[in-house]
C-alpha cells in the first residue's frame, strides 16, 4: 500500500485535476478561497484548502491537503504547495511550481519551472532515483501542475460553463488525462461526469490495478451568482471518496 500522503495526492488527483483550465478573460482582481473536507467509508480522512489570487494577468494560488480524523490518528501527512504564473487569453500558464510533502516517515520538497511552457524538474530533495516509468519532463509541454489543475476545478465559474474540457496534467513523475463532460441539471444544481485516466509513470502493479477512476462533481449556486462546487465523489481503489465543501 503507498504512503498515506501519495494516497491523499492520487485522491485529489482523481477528485479534482480540473474543470477547465480555460476561463473568460477578468480584467479585475480576483480572489478565491475554499475549504473542503476528504471523507472515505464514511470517515473524515483529511482536509483541503485553497488560496488564490488573480491580478494583471498573472495568478498565484496556495493550496493545503493535510491528513486528519481517523487517517491523522493512524499518521500524520501533509502537502503543501504554491504556484504562479500567468493567465493568457483566459489560459493558466505555470511559470514555477513548488511542494513539500510530509508522509510520516519522509519529508520531501520539489519545484517545477515552465520555460516555453514546457515543465522542468529544477530541484528534488532529498534527491531520488530515477524510476523506469518515469515521464520525461521534455515531452510534457503543455501540461499544467497539480495545483493550477486543483484551483481550477473548485473555483467558481459562471453559469453554463461546467463541464466542459479535457486536460492533461504532469506531477514531475506522472501524466494523465481528466475528461468531464454530461452536464445534468436538476433544480438549481449542475451534476457532470467525468474521467480520471492514469496515461504513464505510474508503477507496473497501479497500471495493472485500475486506470480508470470514474467521478461526478456537483455544483450549487453562490450568493453572487456564481456556480461553486460543493461535492466530488469517487470511487477510488479503498473505497469511495468525496470532498465535501464547508
Known amino acids: 500500500m503507498p504512503d498515506a500522503v501519495l494516497l491523499l495526492r492520487h485522491v485529489m488527483a482523481g477528485l479534482v485535476l480540473t474543470l477547465g483550465l480555460t476561463m473568460p ?51 500524520k501527512v501533509s502537502y503543501d504547495a504554491r504556484v504562479n504564473g500567468r493567465v493568457v487569453d483566459g489560459a493558466y500558464r505555470p511559470a514555477r511550481y513548488a511542494e513539500r510533502a510530509d508522509t510520516g516517515k519522509r519529508v520531501s520538497e520539489a519545484v517545477m519551472e515552465y520555460p516555453r511552457g514546457v515543465p522542468k524538474v529544477v530541484s528534488y530533495n532529498p534527491p531520488r532515483e530515477p524510476q523506469k516509468n518515469d515521464v520525461d519532463p521534455a515531452t510534457m509541454g503543455g501540461t499544467v501542475d497539480p495545483l493550477t489543475a486543483l484551483y481550477a476545478t473548485l473555483q467558481d465559474v459562471a453559469p453554463g460553463k461546467e463541464c466542459q474540457v479535457t486536460v492533461p496534467m504532469f506531477d514531475g513523475r506522472r501524466s494523465s488525462r ?54 466530488v465523489e469517487m470511487e477510488t481503489l479503498y473505497g469511495t471518496a468525496r470532498l465535501v465543501r464547508r
Open 25 to 75: 478573460a477578468r480584467a479585475e482582481v480576483v480572489r478565491q478561497e475554499a475549504q473542503f473536507d476528504l471523507v472515505m467509508l464514511g470517515l473524515t480522512a483529511g482536509s483541503l484548502q485553497f488560496s488564490g489570487l488573480e491580478e494583471q494577468g498573472h495568478y498565484a494560488v496556495r493550496g493545503v491537503l493535510a491528513s486528519g480524523g481517523i487517517l491523522a490518528f493512524l499518521r
Open 178 to 231: 481528466l475528461s468531464i463532460s454530461a452536464p445534468v441539471v436538476e433544480g438549481d444544481q449542475v451534476t457532470c461526469q467525468g474521467e480520471y485516466r492514469r496515461i504513464a509513470g505510474f508503477s507496473d502493479k497501479d497500471m495493472a490495478e485500475k486506470t480508470r477512476f470514474p467521478f461526478t462533481l456537483t455544483y450549487a449556486p453562490a450568493p453572487d451568482g456564481r456556480m461553486r462546487v460543493m461535492l
